[in-house]
């Protein structure tokens, strides 16, 4: 799926979308989190949890000081990225973390988009460069469990 994230033409927009985002990824990993048998693929996913819930926080902060609203919940999107959790749990752990992998494409690619954004802060830019790292280890991780 190509995401129009981190393409907005203003910079609160931009912080409502991501947080929206974030919203729907935080949703996948607690219903990952419910699914998977596996106790280090449950520990480390809880760890990147951690990271979507840091990045809640940060953009939380931006909307705050742009004195706009902070969505507090994430849209439609997230019946996709949970369903497919939910259908790939019938399979096994491979399958649920080969599922979140494809949510992570979305998730990096508008990190990505919203660090080159030029509606941006200098300081807004560096943090989107960071949670892009955090994207890129989280899928990763779960491209390379998916194979083993």
């Known amino acids: 799926m190509v995401t129009t994230v981190g393409t907005e033409t203003t910079f609160e927009k931009l912080v409502q979308n991501l947080l929206i985002l974030e919203h729907d990824a935080l949703a996948a990993y607690e219903s990952t989190i419910a699914k998977l048998d596996d106790v280090g693929h449950k520990a480390k996913i809880a760890e990147f949890k951690a990271d979507h819930e840091r990045h809640v926080v940060e953009l939380t902060r931006m909307a705050q000081s742009l004195g706009v609203e902070a969505p507090i919940e994430g849209d439609l999107k997230e019946y996709l990225t949970t369903g497919k959790v939910a259908l790939a749990a019938i399979v096994g752990d491979r399958t649920i973390l080969k599922a979140m992998s494809t949510n992570e494409i979305e998730t990096k690619m508008a990190y990505d988009h919203a660090s080159k954004n030029s509606v941006a802060t200098h300081e807004a830019k560096?943090?989107?460069?960071?949670?892009?790292?955090?994207?890129?280890?989280?899928?990763?991780?779960?491209?390379?469990a998916a194979a083993s």
């Open 126 to 144: 560096a943090f989107f460069a960071k949670a892009y790292a955090d994207e890129t280890r989280h899928k990763d991780y779960m491209d390379a």
